[in-house]
């Protein structure tokens, strides 16, 4: 156990939580984590799944069986984000404990501890042709890692205040991050400057994701709200109202037509962009959910939420 879990402590005991009628769609449960779930993610295939938790480890899990492969162990405290890399041959998580971890996917050893940042390292994100690792931090720092030798490359500066969340666009060439400012900054990857300043409306942005053809940019926050911005312009085409909490995580479907958001509230949505209504609402989580995903066919959603639970819906 770590230093902070031993402050705060872990819930490795018999949670007990309200009944709730599940939606329909629900596909299946998975359960194994000691502690609340704060971030999934599927492999390019589908197949997998990577999952990261309060209870301090990265668990790796097949979906078709649901069954857990391998748990990865070795962070002092939370592991508050994880990814998977495209080729499907590393994941990577970053943790309270200031560090990021890059992981064998085949074997789930531990190939590399990258440290470098002073405090919480809130998400982790692979470079679309997998050689390196993006992390941000608490610390105002964005930081670039050498996949295969888990060296530091680059430090991004200019946040002012926590740095909560970063993306990749899909052609590798920038990376958008926000957090406690007001502000979406966009960077030039090559150079490492910040390239473009959108207001975000939000006194604090938890996630953000580039559509797959990076023309759009979803993100969302402690409003309640899910906001699609003009990549280009920075202008916010629409915004997304539903939810009745902050909103914790927001990801494209993969044809780019929808977006998936997951919120305090205990639910999540899904949206279409063209018109900003809202298509379904899922319910089965009963405490805040903290991720989702879309598979890579577009046709499940997964979720993970702070009652331990990892949900797959279906989306119709």
Same mark, same amino acid.
């Given at each position: 156990?770590?230093?902070?879990?031993?402050?705060?402590?872990?819930?490795?005991?018999?949670?007990?939580?309200?009944?709730?009628?599940?939606?329909?769609?629900?596909?299946?449960?998975?359960?194994?984590?000691?502690?609340?779930?704060?971030?999934?993610?599927?492999?390019?295939? @589908? /197949?997998? %799944?990577? $999952?990261? !938790?309060? =209870?301090? *480890? #990265?668990?790796?899990? &097949?979906?078709?069986? +649901?069954?857990?492969?391998?748990?990865?162990?070795?962070?002092?405290?939370?592991?508050?984000?994880?990814?998977?890399?495209?080729? @499907? /041959?590393? %994941?990577? $998580?970053? !943790?309270? =404990?200031? *560090? #990021?971890?890059?992981? &064998?996917?085949?074997? +789930?050893?531990?190939?590399?501890?990258?440290?470098?940042?002073?405090?919480?390292?809130?998400?982790?994100?692979?470079?679309?042709?997998? /050689?390196?690792?993006? $992390?941000? !931090?608490? =610390?105002? *720092?964005?930081?670039?890692? &050498?996949?295969?030798? +888990?060296?530091?490359?680059?430090?991004?500066?200019?946040?002012?205040?926590?740095?909560?969340?970063?993306?990749?666009?899909?052609?590798? /060439?920038?990376?958008? $991050?926000?957090?406690?400012?007001?502000?979406?900054?966009?960077? &030039?990857?090559?150079? +490492?400057?910040?390239?473009?300043?959108?207001?975000?409306?939000?006194?604090?942005?938890?996630?953000?994701?580039?559509?797959?053809?990076?023309?759009?940019?979803?993100?969302?926050?402690?409003?309640?709200?899910?906001?699609?911005?003009?990549?280009?312009?920075?202008?916010?085409?629409?915004?997304?109202?539903?939810?009745?909490?902050?909103?914790?995580?927001?990801?494209?479907?993969?044809?780019?037509?929808?977006?998936?958001?997951?919120?305090?509230?205990?639910?999540?949505?899904?949206?279409?962009?063209?018109?900003?209504?809202?298509?379904?609402?899922?319910?089965?989580?009963?405490?805040?959910?903290?991720?989702?995903?879309?598979?890579?066919?577009?046709?499940?959603?997964?979720?993970?939420?702070?009652?331990?639970?990892?949900?797959?819906?279906?989306?119709?």
């Amino acid at each position: 156990m770590g230093f902070l879990s031993k402050i705060f402590g872990k819930k490795e005991v018999e949670l007990t939580l309200p009944k709730v009628v599940e939606d329909v769609n629900l596909i299946k449960t998975m359960e194994g984590h000691l502690d609340r779930v704060l971030g999934v993610k599927f492999s390019t295939d @589908g /197949k997998k %799944l990577v $999952s990261g !938790s309060f =209870d301090e *480890t #990265v668990m790796l899990w &097949d979906v078709e069986s +649901g069954k857990s492969l391998f748990t990865m162990k070795g962070h002092e405290t939370w592991v508050e984000c994880i990814d998977y890399s495209r080729d @499907g /041959k590393r %994941l990577a $998580s970053g !943790s309270t =404990d200031s *560090t #990021v971890r890059i992981w &064998d996917a085949a074997t +789930g050893q531990c190939l590399h501890v990258c440290k470098g940042h002073d405090t919480a390292v809130r998400m982790v994100a692979f470079s679309p042709d997998c /050689k390196v690792v993006a $992390s941000c !931090s608490r =610390d105002t *720092t964005i930081r670039l890692w &050498d996949v295969q030798t +888990g060296k530091e490359l680059s430090q991004f500066l200019g946040h002012k205040s926590y740095i909560e969340c970063l993306a990749y666009s899909h052609d590798g /060439k920038r990376i958008a $991050s926000c957090g406690e400012e007001t502000v979406i900054k966009i960077w &030039d990857v090559a150079t +490492g400057k910040n390239i473009a300043n959108y207001k975000t409306d939000d006194r604090l942005s938890h996630s953000l994701a580039f559509s797959p053809d990076d023309k759009l940019i979803a993100f969302c926050g402690r409003d309640a709200q899910v906001k699609i911005l003009d990549a280009s312009s920075g202008d916010i085409i629409k915004v997304l109202a539903g939810h009745g909490d902050a909103v914790r995580s927001v990801c494209f479907t993969p044809d780019g037509s929808k977006v998936v958001s997951a919120a305090n509230d205990e639910t999540v949505r899904l949206w279409d962009i063209s018109s900003g209504k809202e298509l379904h609402l899922y319910r089965g989580h009963v405490l805040e959910v903290q991720s989702v995903d879309v598979s890579p066919d577009g046709k499940m959603i997964v979720s993970g939420s702070d009652d331990r639970k990892i949900k797959f819906w279906a989306i119709r």
